[in-house]
């Protein structure tokens, strides 16, 4: 044990020293009653060992022990003990001789406690003073001297020095006083005759007695002594015991009996009949007791509670009738019934605290208190169920509020704890307090979208800015940590940003289109939308929205062959023989959308022979409808009008032009067809294109007999239905016709040759439809019909193949020509 004394001197009457003396945590300080608020008792920093700069931290505070008065503080700028109210011994301690304060000095995080014992020295602060103002003495004159008369003692509330000390008779030549002390060691007075009276020379007189303590300044106290000098009364009043003793409980109901004091006087008539009064009683003790001066009787007259007195001490005085008396004692001892509930303090609460705090965190410290004594004061805590805490009991009555599992504040955000302290009296009495705590949030959620993935339909032509669909994102957080933002990830559609195309509103998740879409180009796409929360560090998660963009019908029919009025000018040669049901043609089209809206249908709308050509519905064929008559115009012009299936339907128009024809001498005559416009150059074109093809032919002719000779094993050719198409009229994305719905199946069309210039190749469609016309009955002509223009050839069937391609190459030549 340490033990260290501070002395602290200040002038006027403040006067005080402080002893420290610390034990296992436990410190005492000394300091005198009545001090101003404020006066500094100590330093607990100092005297702790502590931080200063600590204590406002860690909460340092002072609780007084079984009151809720806060008589001591701590400065936390400097961690002096300061006095934070009046202490007066007195009311604290009445006339004990040692009067010790106890307290508790908490520190928190982590949880500390020290028991602050504070010893509270007297001052002179209360003047002796006399329990009545006039005191009756009837004296016989036939007293002698040295006779004693009782005189009460004056009471001062202060103790030690500072009580009283001495008594100041005023001079007078009959009486001296002289003080004295009881068997129970309580102080009195006697008035002693130092000269005997004479009734008939005075029969009274009044003295003043002034009683003094030794304090300093001194203070005083007086009280009028009234003599009457009667005949002689020479017995006074003796009790039966010097000191009474008394148990009553606390509680006791108004008029209960507490004792009953008895004395007796050997004197007769007057002198003998005693009465009893309080000679010397507290404040505190005269409002809770009353005496029957007759009887003798001690009742109840207040509220008896042990909490506030557990001992209480009376000096009753029996007097006969002419004023001689005699004192006893009595001790009246409480005792305590379980008459109060535990109370229970919050002294701290962490509110709110984090949903991510690990088990056994320390939220809150709750103080547990019992004015009663003994098992009456035993007290247990206990927590309501089904809550995420418990109580760990920590120091003295002190209990720590901890966590005992994983908060969640999506599942629980706010909790109402109830504590209960219940004593161990008999019965027991309990108390609760709830505490509300509130749980923060953490952002420990991302946001989840209410679908797995998201589909937009948009027809295509749409307006930039419209709606597709909208994205939706839920996060159970708080405020800005369940907060979603919603935003494209980056992307690229068709070689270009994701953003160029659509748009998503941060706030409602909507998707907009930024550009309109074109169905031809592309049909679906899929984008990646992100939802982030607002939290720290932000969480998010991401979702698929698949874009479909249905077809409408915004594109007429491309005629593939022939080429559209205007462009070029095609020409087909009709052998005079042909039959009724020959297929003499085919308008080849197609249609950039798709489904009903590229089902294409064929139409003649305008013919020179309305009753001579039909065609096919769906497939494009141009046929005869009955057999070539020589009345037959030879020259025929077809219009042919392409519709598609769509609402409203777009329709494309283009011109056949059909000779009915069996030579070539009949060919020039197809000058005045079409295009007049041109006609004063057609005559040197034509030379000029025959002179040309006449060579290219020689040339085609020596090169198709070299590779029919080298491919001599392999069967004969055969060309149906001799019709050219040129390969400049089927685009390469139209190469798949089959995959269109525009083009049977039932046709292939393959490429066997070309001219040799770049410019110039062709294509023949061989057909394998049974109405097809063979070779021979297209174009009926014998190998002489080509001798002077072409040249002779061989016999073979190779020869009829090769008159044949002859044949539909001039035609060809002949049609480019016509285009020039």
Known sequence: MVTRK???????????????QSAHGDLSYSVQEELKRGSVIGNIAKDLGLEVGRLSARKARVDMEGNDGQYCGINL?????????????EEHCGEKPSCVLKFDLLLENPLELHRLSLQVQDINDNAPFFPKDFIKLEITESAVKGARYRINAAHDADINKNSVESYILQQNPHFVFSSQTTSAGSKYGELVIDKELDREEQQEMKLLLTAVDGGSPQRSGTVVIHIIVLDANDNAPVFTEAVYKATLPENSAINTLVITVSASDADEGVNGEVTYEFSRLSDKSRKMFSLNEKTGEIIVTGNID????????????A????????????????T????NAPMVYLKSLTSPIPENVSPGTEVGIINVQDRDSETNRQVRCSIQQHVPFKLVPSIKNYYSLVTTGQLDRELESDYNITITATDEGSPPLSSSKTVQLSVADINDNPPVFEEQSYSAYVTENNKPGSTLCSVTARDPDWRQNGTVVYSLLPGEVNGAPVSSYLSVNGDTGVIQAVRSFDYEKFRSFKVHVMARDNGSPPLSSNVTVSVFVSDVNDNSPQILYPAPEGNSFMTELVPKAAHGGSLVSKVIAVDADSGQNAWLSYHIVKSTDPGLFTIGLHSGEIRTQRDIFESDSMKQNLIVSVKDNGQPSLSATCSMYLLISDNLAEVPELKDISYDEKNSKLTSYLIIALVSVSTFFLTFIIIILGVRFCRRRKPRLLFDGAVAIPSAYLPPNYADVDGTGTLRSTYNYDAYLTTGSRTSDFKFVSSYNDNTLPADQTLRKSPSDFADAFGDCDDSPEVGTCSHISFDMCSYLFRQVYKL
């Not at 700028?77 to 011994?89: F, K, M, T, W």
């Not at 305590?336 to 008459?339: A, E, G, I, L, T």
């Open 6 to 20: 501070r002395v602290v001197q200040s002038y006027g009457f403040v006067f005080f020293f402080v002893v420290v």
């Open 77 to 89: 700028r400097n961690g002096d003990l300061i006095v934070a109210e009046r202490i007066d011994r």
């Open 306 to 317: 042990y909490e506030e007195g557990s001992k209480y001490e009376v000096i009753v005085q």
């Open 319 to 334: 007097k006969d009738g002419y004023g001689l008396s005699s004192e006893a004692k009595v001790i009246i001892d409480i």
């Open 336 to 339: 305590d019934v379980n008459d």
